[in-house]
Nanobody, 116 residues
Framework: QVELVESGGGLVQPGGSLRLSCAAS????????MGWYRQAPGKQRESVAR???????TYAKAVNGRFTISRDNAKNTVLLQASGLKPDDTAVYYC??????????WGQGTQVTVSS
């Protein structure tokens, strides 16, 4: 079955950095568009960053210039390097895999807390 497993979340001070990782299994990873989303308490889930199967990246305005998404097709892994973290970045971060408008998979999420 399809599994997306996130790791790398935790507690970090403002201005700090984290690297989130998502390991995918059960899919033909290289043909999927991959993304990171987040959901803060009381707010809707929002897109943070996406990387297409061809490697094109897009970022939410709130994280552009601070976060970097990348993928390793040999390892079926997508990474999110988050730097310059702010308290507003506190949320559960979810990995997403999507293809052809028909396949849409989610991980269980990893908590990121930015606090002093």
């Amino acid at each position: 079955q399809v599994e997306l497993v996130e790791s790398g979340g935790g507690l970090v001070q403002p201005g700090g950095s984290l690297r989130l990782s998502c390991a995918a299994s059960g899919i033909n990873f290289r043909v999927f568009d991959m993304g990171w989303y987040r959901q803060a308490p009381g707010k809707q889930r929002e897109s943070v960053a996406r990387i297409s199967s061809g490697g094109t990246t897009t970022y939410a305005k709130a994280v552009n210039g601070r976060f970097t998404i990348s993928r390793d097709n040999a390892k079926n892994t997508v990474l999110l390097q988050a730097s310059g973290l702010k308290p507003d970045d506190t949320a559960v971060y979810y990995c997403n895999a999507a293809a052809w408008g028909a396949f849409d998979y989610w991980g269980q999420g990893t908590q990121v807390t930015v606090s002093s």
